[in-house]
């Protein structure tokens, strides 16, 4: 508003500056503007800028009154499509349960692929042998270290062996030799003493360790193996036979 005024100002001097002194002689003329233009200049100008001065709130306000429909407008404009949203899902008969029923299938569907796999598991192992009431394979022609021979045992969709009782302990026992180490997917790589299933991450449910064991000697004994049905903690890059099972821990 104020830029209104100075260009008001200015239009007026340049309008007396080259009206004739003769038609106006009551107007000052005005070749030097700063200099010449006293209180007859701005006595003239007064009630020009008095009505700015009255109607300027006026104008500001309805500015903001303006902004302010136009906000109403456009929160009218957000409920409106809302509720013909609405109108089509009610329109179309969705279920008002639709939430429901999908996290009940989709759970439906995890337990389903649970059993699906543990199944798999037990029929594409062609290598893989029944001991006790579970599959395993026992590799005795190739020693690895601990993670190579998980890796081994997830090429074939399997995962490395725990062992969950005495009962089946005995039934792998009488399969190995004697005299071989035989890595299990036991480990406390995560916290030294807190032994995991490393395909979990839950605690065994059966360790039989040797006498003295787990020692964690030179402080690096981080991996579980099998000698002579009793267990060591081992060094994870030490090589040794392994044994596979084919079913996944991590769906129990």
Same mark, same amino acid.
């Not at 798999?120 to 029944?130: H, N, S, T, Y």
């Not at 302990?169 to 180490?181: D, Q, V």
């Given at each position: 508003?104020? &830029? ?6 200015? @239009?007026?001097? @340049?309008? #007396?500056a ?8 009551? *107007? ?5 503007? !700063? ?5 007859f ?14 109607? %300027? ?8 009154? @303006?902004?302010?429909? %136009? ?14 949203? =609405?109108?089509? *899902?009610?329109?179309?008969?969705? !279920?008002?349960?639709? *939430?429901?029923?999908l ?15 543990? $199944?798999? +598991?037990?029929? *594409?192992? !062609? ?6 009431? +579970? $599959?395993?394979y026992?590799?005795?022609?190739? /020693?690895? #270290?601990?993670?190579? @021979? ?13 062992? =969950? ?11 190995? #030799?004697?005299? +071989?180490?035989y ?8 916290k030294?003493?807190?032994? /995991?299933?490393?395909?979990?991450? &839950? ?6 360790? +040797? ?8 402080? #690096? ?32």
């Amino acid at each position: 508003m104020q &830029k209104l005024s100075i260009w008001l100002l200015l @239009a007026l001097f @340049a309008w #007396n500056a080259h009206a004739p002194s003769a038609a106006m002689p009551s *107007v000052c003329l005005l070749q030097d503007a !700063p200099q010449q233009c006293g209180e007859f200049c701005l006595t003239a100008l007064s009630p020009m800028l008095d009505h700015i001065a009255r109607h %300027e709130g006026e104008w500001t306000s309805s500015v903001l009154q @303006a902004n302010a429909t %136009e906000a109403r407008l456009a929160r009218i404009e957000t409920l409106q499509t809302a509720m013909n949203i =609405r109108q089509k *899902v009610l329109q179309e008969g969705f !279920p008002k349960d639709i *939430v429901a029923r999908l996290d009940r299938l989709e759970s439906q569907q995890a337990a389903l692929l649970r059993i699906l796999s543990k $199944f798999d +598991r037990k029929i *594409v192992a !062609p290598k893989f042998e029944l001991i006790g009431s +579970r $599959f395993f394979y026992i590799e005795d022609e190739t /020693r690895r #270290n601990w993670t190579s @021979a998980g890796s081994a045992c997830r090429q074939m969709g399997t995962q490395l062996a725990t062992i =969950r009782s005495a009962e089946e302990l005995a039934a792998l026992r009488a399969k190995l #030799n004697k005299e +071989r180490h035989y890595w299990l997917d036991i480990t406390d790589l995560e916290k030294e003493g807190d032994f /995991r299933i490393s395909a979990s991450g &839950k605690r065994p449910n059966f360790l039989k360790w +040797r006498a003295g064991q787990p020692n964690n000697f030179s402080g #690096n004994q981080h991996c579980v193996d099998l000698l002579d049905g009793l267990m060591y903690d081992n060094k994870c890059e030490s090589l040794s036979y392994f044994i596979c099972q084919s079913d996944d821990d991590s769906l129990d």
